[in-house]
């Protein structure tokens, strides 16, 4: 290991997480809500002995470099604190240094360096990231600018020997006057569910039941690359108790109708600024990252009738994915090693231990049995077509928010009732949270509109029509589906399963949803997911090579 330089980014800021570049090809990422079972926990001091280093064996290794990541919390001020833990934590090589990284710079070098392009306009947007006094990228300000403006948008041009900055929105960081996408669809979200963080995905999956026009709400101010907000928007924000969201009757026709309005302002604006960047760079690819690009919708049409030929959103563009964007550009401009590490799936997490599976599935609790069949596959097949739940559990888990087939539930699309099932029994969630699809690859131009690849779930598709009521499981209200092409080569079991079940229904495609109970990160260990079977409405876990039942 001591051949390779060993790289390692944290993220102090929300969704906090640690990743580790082995070389210019090897990494590793873990978020800190896997470990401690919160969802989009703060990274905090503590952090790295308490959970990342049992977590990741890897961090005994001799370390090169740190790099962190803060945003526009305070915790910048405990550097002198964090740095004495990262001392006494890690094995720092004896001339290693411990650097920092602005927020939205973090989230670039997490999209556009393991993306396909050699060159590509990149599209940073969320909520709040870093002060101007804080940025360690090369960017003038406009003059008379306070050091404490905060960034809210950011655009650049890339190569692989640099990234310019062409041009950020910034805000004064005041709530009663809001600015930027990001902070306008945060706004949106807290009027709905004024409670808890990271409610945005429930937003994008109430619009489609909502009328866009019925509250008569303009559309945003989209002034070159700078997004205003209109009075009307934040007089309703105002007006915190109108529209929280209730499960039926005209309080949810209110929220499904600003849902509606505010998915289509988002979309729309962020087109703007798509048009905006792409005439400023003229160049054929994006990047996108920030929280927002993870509004698959929105991606959707941002690929099918935005200006780029290519878009490319990584599958962890939110906060969880900058201690990635720190690990690379440690890497590359600080280290000056040309990464070769490419986004070709998400499965990040630390390798697996199988004494670990061993010894949870030899300490079951009551009610639970487990079994090795002779051919695993052909037994989870059986039970998805008898109608049963079942989670999926193997090798390194995701790195981002979507299961893709690591921490995976699996069901039939085929059933109308499984989607409540679902979402009441196993995930304890809203009824009309959609599911998303496994297709194999070959097969999603005959079931959905599409003409590229989805190994992310980055973007939102049209089912064909054909198909919507033989799919009623993943098809949402609009026709659309978040899917997700299976290909051997990125995901072989999921690959595999597929390939029979095709073969034993004539359907090439399954529910994937995430592995968690209510209110749940996405499972970590066995532990987690035998928790999570033994806890919910889910009737059986394949852990290979075991298959474990509810004994009732």
Not at 431 to 440: E, G, K, Q, S
Request: proline letters at 8%; glycine letters at 10%.
């Amino acid at each position: 290991m001591a051949d390779f330089p060993i790289v390692v980014g944290i993220n102090r800021t929300q969704d906090g997480s640690i990743a580790v570049a082995v070389g210019d090809t090897g990494m590793y990422s873990l978020q800190k809500e896997r470990i401690t079972r919160r969802k989009h926990h703060w990274g905090r001091l503590g952090d790295l002995p308490d959970r990342y280093l049992p977590a990741m064996p890897l961090l005994k290794e001799p370390v090169d470099l740190v790099v962190e990541g803060y945003s526009s919390d305070a915790e910048i001020e405990n550097l002198e604190d964090y740095h004495e833990e990262l001392r006494e934590s890690l094995s720092l090589k004896e001339d290693a240094r411990i650097v920092q990284v602005s927020h939205h710079l973090s989230h670039l070098y997490s999209a556009f360096h393991p993306s396909p392009f050699e060159q590509a306009a990149g599209l940073v947007v969320d909520n709040q990231g870093s002060p101007v006094r804080r940025f360690t990228e090369p960017f003038t300000p406009p003059p008379g600018a306070s050091g404490d403006l905060l960034e809210v948008a950011s655009f650049y041009r890339c190569t692989r020997d640099g990234v310019e900055c062409l041009a950020k929105q910034l805000w004064h960081g005041d709530w009663a006057d809001p600015a930027g996408l990001g902070c306008f669809y945060a706004l949106l979200t807290k009027a709905l569910w004024p409670e808890g963080e990271g409610n945005e995905g429930k937003v994008m999956g109430l619009a489609p039941y909502g009328d866009p026009d019925a509250l008569g709400l303009p559309g945003l101010d989209v002034r070159g690359h700078e997004v205003l907000i209109p009075s009307a928007w934040t007089e309703l924000f105002a007006r915190r108790e109108e529209f929280i969201y209730e499960p039926g009757g005209e309080p949810f026709r209110r929220s499904a109708n600003l849902a509606a309005a505010g998915q289509r302002a988002f979309e729309n604006a962020l087109a703007a600024l798509a048009e905006w960047l792409h005439a400023r760079t003229g160049l054929d690819n994006l990047a996108f990252a920030g929280g927002t690009a993870l509004n698959c919708s929105a991606n959707g049409l941002l690929i099918r009738r935005g200006p780029f030929r290519e878009v490319f959103v990584p599958p962890s563009p939110h906060d969880g994915g900058t201690a990635i964007g720190c690990a690379l550009y440690g890497l590359e401009a600080v280290l000056g090693v040309r990464g070769r590490w490419r986004w070709r799936d998400d499965f990040l997490g630390p390798d697996p231990d199988e004494s670990e599976i061993a010894a949870a599935v030899g300490s079951l609790p009551d009610g639970l049995v487990a079994e090795q069949p002779e051919d695993l596959i052909a037994a989870m097949v059986a039970l998805l077509e008898d109608g049963r739940v079942v989670g999926l559990h193997q090798g390194r888990s995701e790195s981002g928010p979507r299961a893709l087939g690591n921490r995976s539930i699996i069901g039939d699309p085929r059933r109308p009732d499984i989607q409540d099932y679902i979402n009441y029994e196993v995930k304890g969630r809203e009824w009309f949270r959609p599911l998303a699809p496994l297709v194999l690859a070959e097969h999603a131009q005959r079931f959905f509109d599409v003409d590229r690849p989805a190994p992310f779930m980055q973007y939102a598709a049209d089912v064909r029509p054909e198909f919507r009521e033989l799919l009623p499981g993943v098809t949402h209200v609009d026709g659309t589906a978040r899917l997700q092409t299976v290909e051997p080569e990125r995901t072989p079991f999921l690959h595999a399963l597929l390939t029979r079940w095709y073969a034993r229904t004539g359907m090439p495609v399954l529910i994937n949803t995430s592995l968690n109970g209510p209110g749940r990160p996405l499972t970590e260990t066995p532990e987690h997911s035998i928790d999570t079977l033994r806890t919910t409405g889910m009737h059986a876990l394949v852990m290979p090579p075991y298959l474990i039942r509810k004994t009732d």
